[in-house]
């Protein structure tokens, strides 16, 4: 610029323009690169972040996700850590790049002249705080828009999983006009919030605008008065865009994080929730006994969101590879006994002991790995039959999976499938019926060969011809384990060595099957009804 102004020759001003093309080859080889690495690092980083936050909801447990909406934390980990893209590959880095470059570029003007130096900081002072003094304009914005998302995510969750009841019930139009409040709710949400950050991103437009119209004014008027040279204005004016340039883009870059700023403040509410379950870093990882004895000790348990306590004062001894069976009717309080022995809660009151050692004093992931559980809702995983049934053993080999299968008495219907057992179930096994699904379940169980056994309701949901093939499983699963059995069916519970009779979380009779109907209790009422519903529904037949 200054070869110019003086009228220098050609030959002076070429090795400065060949300076210059340098420099733009080489700023645009550092853009390519830098975006690149951004964004790999980025990939890590979200990885990495989604890892932390499942792990975090593991510890939480299902006592957590039961008081979420499951479409609430899948919105977070994957869209709302997504959004974190932008800040991490751009609003970052551009941080970095407006403190080297316009604090270098800020101090060269000043040599030029002190006070159009000082119009520049001024403008470079209120872009960078003001985003942090706008920052109510954010937390207010986009509070609600996360809330819809959420909201719109879990219901069209719902409705996926629930297309068959939805088709059955001919309830398709009533789902689609709730989805379309809560779609409508979003899409106001999402306009109120990038209102509020439109407004933001306005101030600093109009603040960069006011700035170069001010040194240009004051420029032209410092070379009127012979205070400045026209060479330095010239330079002027190509250097005050190299500031407010980057300024620019921060703010654009800032106001794409909007999102990413909200989503980091529900990571850690998640983050700093307290773990409901406190791991035993010391705790104890070999049992004594074996089969192990289980004792539930005047167990008091409540939910958070029960007002009346679920369990109260509950005494249930199980001796060494003894089978006890639970009996009740539904929301007695059985299947909250297993959550507790898994230690998916903690009770309020009373005891839980495996031979005779707190629950407590065990290894978090010893104790859950000495304990097979058959459920009544098996849940498959999307993935090969193979791979569901190595899941309580990863380490399985293939014989061991088949021999598994077998005793399970799946092993015929697993190879009838298109690819044996290397056929993909569908998620949640919606490509299976409910007693194959069952039987998968009996053969993880069987694979890992716990010494603690919990069958829940597992032949609830079967007809009597596949009960009769899971229960020769179960009773092979029976041998050698202490059993703990949840049913009403009295195929399943009758050969127990004792059988507890819950009845609004507190035991109300103990003994055989035997003992049980000489009693003529609650126990032989169950029995006798559930005898009749039988006889009626064989004479209807």
Known sequence: VNGVWYKNSIAEVLPYIGLVLLAIILRSYLIWYSEGYSRKIAFKIKAKIRKIILEKLMNLGPSYQSEKRSGDLLALVTDGVESLENYLVNFIPQIFVVLITVIAVNIYIFRLDLVVGAIVLACVIFAVLWPYLSKFLKDNGYVGYWKAYGKLNAQYIDAMLGMNTLKAFNAGKQKAAELKVDAQRFGKESIDATSLSLISSAAMILCAALATAMTVIIGAYHVS????????????????????????????????????????????????????????????????????????ENLDFSYQDKACAVLKNVNIVINPGETVALVGKSGSGKSTLVKLLLRFYNPQAGKLKINQKAVSDYELAYLRSAISVVFQDTYLFYGTVAENIAMSDPMATQAEIESAAQIAGADSFIK??????????????????????????????????????VLDEATSSVDSATEGAIQEAMDYLLKGKTALIIAHRLSTIKHADRIYVIEAGAVIEMGSHEALMKQNGYYAMMIETQRKGELKHAVSI
């Open 416 to 453: 009838a499938l298109p690819n044996g057992y290397e056929t993909l179930v569908g998620e949640r096994g919606a490509t299976l019926s409910g007693g194959e699904k069952q039987r998968i379940s009996i053969a993880r169980a069987i694979l890992k060969d716990a010494p603690i056994l």
């Open 225 to 296: 008065d012979g205070s400045l040279a026209p060479a330095s204005l010239s330079i002027i004016l190509f250097l005050v865009p190299e500031v407010i340039r980057p300024l620019y883009e921060f703010n654009q870059y800032w106001h794409g994080s909007y999102t990413a700023f909200s989503v980091i403040s529900k990571l850690d509410e998640v983050l700093d929730e307290k773990n409901r379950i406190e791991e035993n870093p010391t705790g104890i990882k070999q049992l004594e006994k074996y089969p192990p004895e289980i004792v539930f």
